[in-house]
């Protein structure tokens, strides 16, 4: 399979995107990267790399959107950014999917521009997989779409439960519904609506109905619907509260240790790389005709190479195939 | 002044609600208590404590609602619960302000039965103290009006501003509006809307602009608005996300040590102390006429005492007169 990887996207440049695709590339055999950016960059950043070449490709697209560019006005004034070079090559049939730690509203926006969504999908949606007590669990929508209807969450349930089935290995995923209280009734008309959706439909079964915030992290489901406002919030919400508690930790805890300095740190260290959004390899826009993955803009080579592979995985167990049969046999919208 | 304590509220029974007003009554000596539950049960926990009996009160209302009863159910079929009773005595003038760890639905109906808010305030929001890494935050509002207007969303920005500087003593709170990005025009229509009242009113001089889920533990600001939504979920996350990373570190880190094992759980235990719910005073309900706080239900002595505490500081710092006063001064809603 063929991956585009926007070269240029990312607070870290072209070096940790190229490291991270050389480290895919040879840990997924059936792969090929698409390397789209500064040719020139790209080809001495390989050079230096061992790596089969001839699984990777080199897309000339200098031009790079920033990080707090306005991402409409980006989409007007530079058509041919990398990102939205990597929009087209998708578009075109070129390659599979493709991974970015750009700009996420550019990233949104040429999809948007290229309308390359599954036909079923009426928005597609950001997910996001956290860590929790049980294991993991995945969230959607974090971003894609601020303001969606009710039949929009019902749409991430189904593509949430596909992504959590087959990427995260979970048999029968459980999916709960974002509220402010556990019993039914509660919150705006948004949930009202959605809740009655997911109790009325073919997902009746995995619908355990209402969950708070506490929820997420305890693992009662394995699948949050949300709008995207909340879930982007949550999703900032997380990166800083493991921030805060992981320094008080290292100050406080840490800190108060004499000859166990070093291993209390080790530990600690340790404990926030497996927790690190690094190692859950991005967050898989939704609802594509084709794979998308967005990368936290300061990732590196690992959490690129691990998006990679997320990708590669999801074009490996036909994902989308299974989005699409089963919103398909959802009721047909009002 | 005169507070009111709704002995029957929370999941722990009379006990640590009799103790924790023992305990606010030995520590501020202008503070009279009135115990609002069943008289026999009080008096005899009162037997066994040494407290100023002048200032105790038992108010003699022996029914409790539930902790997951419908809040207009139990408002139609239980009108003299302990929590209703509460609001009565605060809508007769009998006390100042009242305190509940009960059913936080029920204590809200119980302000819209009484009608008892402040004449300029046309929806009272509950705000929550977070840490953070400068200090603390306020954020408002965290469940009781899930569909604001922007009105709304502005005169939590005057109250939540009030209670900083009168309550947290932060003496020119900077305000944040809780949004997917910082940029001006991100989200949906109501933060757009809110975001321009900030902008062209007489609180433009503290309004910073947007915020996102990571500025709350960084302390970018000291006052955040938001919809009841959106706080509610994010009050929920981090009572989760604590917990789970707190749990995380006790098992990995404490656990990874031998002869310093004692030392780091104690400093574990010091820190998780100090950042515990209980040790920031509930939640009071912003707007209404008199004082209002909403303890965790699992509230304990320490926290139900730090609620009057709290509640009785509004009291003396005249915080309602000073929220009447600055929302009176802005512009008339259209």
Redesign the interface.
């Known amino acids: 399979m063929r991956l585009a990887l926007d070269v240029l996207g990312g607070d870290n440049g072209a070096g940790p995107n190229v490291a991270g695709a050389v480290l895919a590339v040879n840990t997924n055999p059936d792969l090929t990267a698409v390397l789209v950016g500064d040719q020139g960059q790209i080809e001495s950043l390989l050079a230096a790399a061992t790596v089969p070449r001839e699984r990777v490709e080199v897309v000339h697209a200098p031009v790079a959107v920033d990080m707090?560019e306005?991402p409409v006005e980006a989409l007007r004034k530079k058509p041919d950014a990398s990102i939205f070079r990597c929009w087209q090559l998708l578009a075109e049939g070129a390659v599979d999917g493709l991974v970015s730690a750009g700009n996420t509203?550019a990233v949104v926006a040429g999809a948007a521009k290229t309308r390359k969504f599954l036909k079923c999908v009426q928005k597609p949606g950001i997910a996001t997989v956290m860590?929790?007590?049980r294991g993991r669990c995945i969230i959607v929508d974090v971003?894609a779409n601020?303001?969606p209807k009710p039949r929009h969450l019902l749409e991430y349930g189904v593509m949430g439960s596909v992504f959590a089935r087959k990427i995260l290995g979970i048999e029968q995923p459980k999916i709960g519904l974002?509220n402010?209280?556990e019993?039914e009734g509660k919150?705006?008309?948004l949930?009202q609506k959605t809740f009655d959706l997911f109790r009325s439909g073919p997902l009746r079964e995995q619908f355990v109905g209402n969950v708070?915030?506490?929820?997420?992290?305890?693992g009662t489901v394995d699948v949050i619907v949300?709008d995207?406002?909340?879930g982007?919030?949550?999703?900032?919400?997380?990166?800083?509260?493991?921030?805060?508690?992981?320094?008080?930790?290292n100050q406080?805890?840490?800190?108060?240790?004499?000859?166990?300095k070093d291993?209390?740190g080790?530990?600690?260290k340790?404990?926030m790389g497996r927790?690190h959004y690094s190692a859950f390899g991005g967050a898989p826009l939704l609802g594509v005709d084709g794979v998308c993955i967005i990368c936290h803009g300061s990732s590196k080579e690992r959490a690129i190479a691990n998006a990679l592979g997320v990708a590669a995985r999801e074009v490996r167990e036909k994902v989308n195939e299974a989005i699409v049969a089963e919103i398909g046999a959802l009721p047909a919208d009002e």
């Open positions: 707090k306005k509203g860590p929790t007590a971003g601020v303001f974002m402010v209280g019993e919150g705006h008309e949930v708070e915030g506490r929820d997420i992290h305890r949300t995207g406002f909340t982007n919030v949550v999703l900032k919400l997380c990166e800083g509260v493991f921030e805060f508690v992981l320094n008080l930790v406080e805890v840490v800190g108060a240790l004499d000859a166990e291993k209390g080790a530990a600690l340790g404990l927790y």
